[in-house]
Nanobody
Framework: QVQLVESGGGSVQAGDSLRLSCAAS????????PGWFRQVPGKEREFVAA??????YYADSVKDRFSISRDNAKNTVSLQMNSLKPEDTAVYYC???????????????????WGQGTQVTVSS
């Protein structure tokens, strides 16, 4: 059983940066693939970034702006978000799972543990 807690969200201006962190307890991220998803009201939860087997995956909408990283010593995973845009506004969730294929890595259904979410608001 793994519990995840996100932190680092907030309100920023377009072009600013934020770094989200996710701390795991009850287990280690080394046993799972970590991922970040985001969701806005009325829409499906959207894939943002993930790591599987040492490979990183990004949604096209955030590629070249966001970066996911792991710190196994601290048992955390982070999402560095640069050049933020208003369309990045969402609740961001970290997740842990065991996607069995590269394709499944982008699917929220591959993740079994979820954090409570942290709000990111980007104003223009």
């Amino acid at each position: 059983q793994v519990q995840l807690v996100e932190s680092g969200g907030g309100s920023v201006q377009a072009g600013d940066s934020l770094r989200l962190s996710c701390a795991a307890s009850g287990g280690t991220f080394t046993s799972y693939s970590p991922g970040w998803f985001r969701q806005v009201p009325g829409k499906e939860r959207e894939f943002v970034a993930a790591v599987r087997n040492g490979n990183t995956y990004y949604a096209d909408s955030v590629k070249d702006r966001f970066s996911i990283s792991r710190d196994n010593a601290k048992n955390t995973v982070s999402l560095q978000m640069n050049s933020l845009k208003p369309e990045d506004t969402a609740v961001y969730y970290c997740a842990a799972g065991r996607p069995i294929t590269s394709f499944a890595t982008r699917n929220s259904r591959s993740y079994i543990y979820w954090g409570q979410g942290t709000q990111v608001t980007v104003s223009s």
